[in-house]
């Protein structure tokens, strides 16, 4: 690699690191925040939500235009959302310690949504870049490049750690120190031509690889997220936008899609909601086993990003000995094993079981990048980066929410299971259950159940003063130790993945192998098979 391919790549990967620290900043304050500004556990993932969805407006709309307006411009884009984010985080923190918690969490929503949107533009650009560098190796150096994002974990992990007790934006303004070292990186750089603009793939046959099933899945995503976003909106509305995208992929292109594309878009929910759902959750989830053991929350996920980290720097020679889709599989395997044991190990044991979960995690994301970009070349920055951008859209529109509810839910058996609490405030439990629940929904087809704060505010305001403090603590900590258990109800989505990858690599071994697609290679002469 060149002195200026270097500098190209290593600022892209810096780039990557500032989108880690942006998910770090945001996920250590949840639980904060929810108490800060009085939200239950859906309130609480909607608002983590909102920092991940429009990660797929920024990098998919991107990703059509990219190749017109440079690498370059997007690059820029990015660096303006990182910094907006810090600005605006910031300045909520002394609004609310002003008494005015409304406008704070405004500003920290829709400063989120800056974020996610500046967190996608980074990937748009990062991607091709890389994966037009690297052509004959795209797996092994996507892999190396998203070793960007554990490393961001760990290095804004540790330092929020070892911050813990500082005013919260001082943890939020964090991200403006690796966004100003990218952008000095990068502005001198000179971008490559995308692969597909090379090899003279029109635009066209770009979006053909992406075709009608690929738009749909956005079109449905997009539809539920406008519902929540904008919840006086008509459903005629919301739903006749999705349909829109739809037609209009339909009519430019007549291309149903690459079914490969469309399955790894369906396999890609899951996936987003294992890795991305999970690592948003993990330190509220473990707060109680965490402050039970003496030890934060949070170091579990520095310590499974570590994992992460130096194994995707060795991908090489791992992706070269497992090849990409037995990985994927082997992944699986390993994440459903690591949340189950999550969900039931006790004290510093937990770590035993993280190492599990980030063995199983590590190579998701940036070998289905991979698979992509090898399967699909024609489909350019679009399939590459809408893979993510749909994985994303999923993990904020369905993964976070959903995770949350079924933290609800355990929270819910536990709560009606507890004699402490029965007992501590009386009238919340009755012949086993929870009598202040109310309905709740998401995005429309998420359901749930959550103990009312109006209705628990006024049982215990019944109670003596002098017991009001330990009802409230004896509440919180049920709450706080029963959250493990929720991670062994995701062991539905690895097991998903596991299927799919399985039934690939069936189907690619009935074709004689897995064989990287190049653009330019009469009848693929110099395509490399894989055996399974």
Not at 362 to 389: D, M, R, Y
Request: proline share 4%; glycine share 12%.
């Amino acid at each position: 690699m060149q002195t200026h391919d270097k500098k190209l790549f290593w600022g892209c990967f810096i780039a990557l690191v500032t989108t880690a620290f942006g998910f770090v900043g945001r996920l250590f304050l949840i639980g904060e925040w929810a108490g800060e500004f009085g939200l239950d556990g859906g309130q609480a993932g909607r608002l983590a939500g909102i920092g991940i969805w429009p990660f797929a407006v920024s990098i998919i709309g991107f990703s059509l235009i990219i190749d017109k307006i440079g690498y370059k411009t997007a690059m820029l884009f990015a660096f303006l959302g990182h910094i907006i984010w810090a600005v605006m985080g910031v300045s909520a923190y002394f609004i609310s310690k002003g008494g005015d918690t409304d406008t704070a969490y405004q500003l920290i929503y829709w400063g989120s949504l800056i974020l996610a949107l500046g967190n996608g533009t980074v990937e748009a650009f990062i991607n091709p870049v890389v994966a037009t560098m690297f052509s004959k190796e795209k797996t092994k150096w996507l892999n190396i490049l998203h070793a960007g994002w554990p490393g961001g974990l760990v290095i804004a992990g540790i330092i929020t750690i070892f911050i813990d007790a500082v005013p919260w934006w001082i943890k939020v303004g964090l991200i403006a120190i690796p966004a100003v070292v990218y952008l000095i990186m990068l502005l001198p750089c000179k971008f490559p031509r995308s692969e597909r603009v090379e090899s003279g793939v029109s635009y066209k046959e770009m979006l053909s690889e992406f075709g009608i099933l690929g738009a749909a899945t956005v079109g449905f995503l997009v539809s539920l997220q406008l519902k929540d976003f904008f919840q006086d909106m008509s459903p005629v509305v919301y739903w006749g936008i999705g349909l829109a995208i739809v037609v209009a992929f339909g009519i430019y292109t007549k291309k149903l899609g690459s079914p490969l594309m469309f399955l790894l878009i369906l396999v890609m929910a899951p996936l987003a909601t294992t890795e991305i759902g999970t690592d948003g959750w993990i330190e509220e989830i473990l707060k109680g086993i965490a402050a039970d053991n003496n030890f934060h929350a949070g170091w579990v996920l520095v310590y499974t990003s570590a994992i992460m980290m130096i194994l995707r720097f060795y991908a090489g020679p791992i992706v070269h000995k497992f090849k990409p889709l037995p990985l994927l599989a082997i992944s699986a395997v390993l994440a459903i094993l690591g949340l189950y044991t999550l969900s039931i190990a006790a004290g510093l044991t937990i770590f035993l079981a993280a190492t599990l979960y980030g063995f199983g995690k590590t190579f998701f994301w940036p070998t289905t990048l991979g698979v992509i970009a090898e399967q699909t070349p024609k489909g350019g920055a679009l399939t590459l980066n809408a893979i993510s951008g749909i994985g994303m859209l999923a993990v904020g529109v369905l993964g976070f929410p959903y995770i949350g509810k079924l933290k609800e839910d355990v929270a819910n058996e536990a709560l009606a299971e507890s004699a402490e609490v029965a007992e501590a405030i009386p009238g919340l439990v009755e012949n086993g259950a929870v009598t202040a629940l109310e309905d709740k929904k998401l995005y429309e087809i998420i359901n749930y159940k959550a103990v009312s704060g109006e209705k628990l505010d006024t049982l215990i305001a019944k109670l003596p003063e002098d017991k009001q403090k330990a009802a409230k603590e004896a509440y919180t900590g049920v709450r706080e130790r029963s959250a493990q258990g929720a991670l062994g109800n995701m062991v539905v989505f690895p097991f998903i993945m596991l299927i799919a990858y399985i039934g690939l690599i069936l189907y690619f071994k009935s074709k004689g192998g897995y064989k990287q697609q190049h653009l330019g290679d009469p009848g693929d002469a110099d395509a490399t098979a894989s055996e399974f």
